[in-house]
């Protein structure tokens, strides 16, 4: 009688994940059954422990088998085949870990490229927390947007050593600005002018009006520069109110025009 060899705990798992953790003769799963390897060709008749051997039966299944050699050929080529998709799903898997792989080079030399801008232009790089953040940023705004947006950060707000932080800072307030920008540009607009009014009237400025008086304003996206030259020409909030009031009723009376030319200028023209 041949020696029963104990089965590694290695080829125990390849035998259990090749067969789909089934037993291979009722088909029932853990936790309705507990699973074991069973021999197909049993160890008293010369079986060994090589997998093409070896096969996932349940404990009932295997204890009822008993030492009776399997002849049935349909289990064999499941066995080969179960196998086969094994090997497949391994090579699947490579291929997908090297694809990952790539990715994340190419999410590398993109964080690579705003740290050589940044170093090019201002003499330092950022640290890990910087990398993280700039990568995050890329994954959400894209990279020539990040770009962009780095670029202007230096332009506006870096001048020396001690701007740097507060610079950096700005990237991702920039892609913010500029994503709510493309979104609808007139409330961009305003709540820049809104930012620019609360620091320069800290003591009275009322965001809540403010946006009351801008909106009666019907403003355009090219409006932007007058409308903060009107904001930069008033001296104190009240001054500001009372030009937001006066280019309010400007447009209220241009508009009210329009209305009247719409009604009557055929009949005018007539």
């Given at each position: 009688?041949?020696?029963?060899?104990?089965?590694?705990?290695?080829?125990?798992?390849?035998?259990?994940?090749?067969?789909?953790?089934?037993?291979?003769?009722?088909?029932?799963?853990?936790?309705?059954?507990?699973?074991?390897?069973?021999?197909?060709?049993?160890?008293?008749?010369?079986?060994?422990?090589?997998?093409?051997?070896?096969?996932?039966?349940?404990?009932?299944?295997?204890?009822?088998?008993?030492?009776?050699?399997?002849?049935?050929?349909?289990?064999?080529?499941?066995?080969?085949?179960?196998?086969?998709?094994?090997?497949?799903?391994?090579?699947?898997?490579?291929?997908?870990?090297?694809?990952?792989?790539?990715?994340?080079?190419?999410?590398?030399?993109?964080?690579?490229?705003?740290?050589?801008?940044?170093?090019?232009?201002?003499?330092?790089?950022?640290?890990?927390?910087?990398?993280?953040?700039?990568?995050?940023?890329?994954?959400?705004y894209g990279l020539n947007e990040v770009?962009?947006?780095?670029?202007?950060?230096?332009?506006?707000?870096?001048?020396?050593?001690?701007?740097?932080?507060?610079?950096?800072?700005?990237?991702?307030?920039?892609?913010?600005?500029?994503?709510?920008?493309?979104?609808?540009?007139?409330?961009?607009?305003?709540?820049?002018?809104?930012?620019?009014?609360?620091?320069?009237?800290?003591?009275?400025?009322?965001?809540?009006?403010?946006?009351?008086l801008l909106d009666d304003c019907h403003?355009?996206?090219?409006?932007?520069?007058?409308?903060?030259?009107?904001?930069?020409?008033?001296?104190?909030?009240?001054?500001?109110?009372?030009?937001?009031?006066?280019?309010?009723?400007?447009?209220?009376?241009?508009?009210?025009?329009?209305?009247?030319?719409?009604?009557?200028?055929?009949?005018?023209?007539?």
């Amino acid at each position: 009688m041949a020696k029963r060899k104990a089965i590694p705990l290695r080829i125990r798992t390849e035998v259990f994940k090749r067969d789909g953790f089934t037993c291979q003769y009722c088909g029932k799963t853990p936790p309705e059954v507990v699973l074991e390897i069973d021999h197909i060709k049993p160890v008293s008749k010369g079986g060994t422990n090589d997998i093409m051997n070896l096969i996932t039966a349940c404990r009932e299944c295997n204890l009822g088998k008993s030492n009776i050699e399997l002849d049935d050929n349909t289990i064999i080529a499941k066995q080969r085949k179960q196998l086969q998709d094994l090997n497949e799903k391994h090579e699947q898997l490579k291929m997908m870990i090297e694809w990952k792989e790539g990715l994340s080079n190419i999410a590398e030399k993109e964080v690579n490229a705003i740290n050589d801008l940044l170093e090019r232009e201002t003499g330092y790089g950022f640290n890990d927390t910087g990398k993280k953040t700039i990568k995050n940023l890329i994954k959400k705004y894209g990279l020539n947007e990040v770009y962009d947006c780095t670029e202007i950060a230096i332009n506006q707000y870096y001048n020396k050593e001690d701007d740097w932080e507060s610079m950096f800072k700005k990237i991702a307030v920039i892609a913010k600005y500029r994503k709510n920008d493309n979104k609808d540009p007139v409330l961009f607009m305003k709540n820049k002018l809104c930012k620019y009014a609360s620091k320069k009237f800290a003591d009275r400025y009322d965001r809540h009006e403010m946006m009351k008086l801008l909106d009666d304003c019907h403003l355009m996206p090219n409006e932007e520069e007058t409308m903060f030259d009107l904001l930069k020409d008033a001296n104190t909030w009240d001054e500001l109110v009372d030009a937001l009031v006066e280019q309010a009723e400007i447009v209220a009376d241009i508009e009210e025009a329009h209305r009247w030319l719409e009604k009557n200028g055929n009949k005018t023209s007539g």
